[in-house]
């Protein structure tokens, strides 16, 4: 079955610290892949999709496609990114997507 | 634009209790769904409905109904509501991709959630 895997549950940095959030995924065909993110009382929102190849806040997520990764990178955190961060893959070519579990990211001043 | 709206914020059930969750979106999007989420578990799709007049199952459907009642609006319902079911609920509804990424899974909008508790 399709899945998304997200290994941590938290991850905890001081402010100006590079992060990481992991996230591999199972499809053996040409996944589509996005970060989505939920600051603290606000809605879900779209972070960034892989095939936009965009920087969103300073955030970038290359595809890995031989190591079924997506993982999202900051070379400095900043407070204001504590938030709840989910990867999410199409499910094949259908109308849905797949969640991970989430990544709640803590950055410390 | 209000995007996604989600009625009631919060809600308290007893064991074998009915109620629905409302949602609509002002979008004009096709494509709207049914999410719960739960510790340790992310988001999961409840139902969703790709057009309007059509509804599908997703993974965690048993206990649930929907219904499109035109494009704006997708309901949800507990017929009989359980311990289990007590979650947090979002709606969303889906952007058709522009142009240049036609054939792409475009862009979800969230609702604001409905925190339910069954008790």
């Known amino acids: 079955a399709q899945r998304v895997t997200q290994p941590e549950k938290l991850l905890s940095v001081f402010k100006g610290a590079p992060v990481e959030l992991k996230c591999n995924y199972s499809?053996?065909?040409?996944?589509?892949l996005f970060w989505y993110v939920q600051y603290s009382r606000q809605r879900l929102q779209l972070l960034l999709r892989?095939?936009s190849r965009e920087s969103i806040k300073g955030f970038t997520a290359d595809l890995n496609k031989g190591e079924t990764s997506f993982h999202l990178k900051k070379p400095f955190a900043q407070e204001e990114d504590s938030a709840m961060y989910y990867c999410?893959?199409?499910?094949?070519?259908?109308?849905?997507?797949?969640f991970g579990t989430g990544t709640r990211l803590q950055v410390f001043p | 634009n209000a995007g996604v709206t989600q009625t009631p914020k919060f809600q308290v059930l007893k064991t074998g209790q009915s109620m629905t969750l409302q949602c609509a979106q002002d979008?004009?999007?096709?494509?709207m769904y049914w999410y719960r989420q739960d510790p340790g578990m992310g988001l999961r799709l409840i139902y969703y409905?790709?057009?309007?007049?059509?509804?599908d199952k997703g993974e965690v459907p048993n206990g649930y109904n929907v219904s499109r009642l035109n494009k704006r609006e997708f309901s949800l319902r507990l017929e009989s509501a359980a311990p289990s079911q007590t979650s947090v609920y979002f709606c969303?509804?889906?952007?058709?991709?522009?142009?240049?990424?036609?054939?792409?899974?475009?862009?979800?909008?969230f609702g604001p959630g409905t925190r339910l508790t069954v008790l």
């Open positions: 969303a509804s889906r952007a058709a991709p522009g142009l240049a990424d036609f054939g792409t899974f475009g862009e979800q909008f």
């Open positions: 499809y053996s065909g040409s996944p589509e």
């Open positions: 999410a893959s199409r499910r094949g070519y259908t109308d849905k997507l797949i």
């Open positions: 892989h095939i």
């Open positions: 979008m004009n999007h096709n494509s």
């Open positions: 409905s790709a057009s309007e007049g059509t509804t």
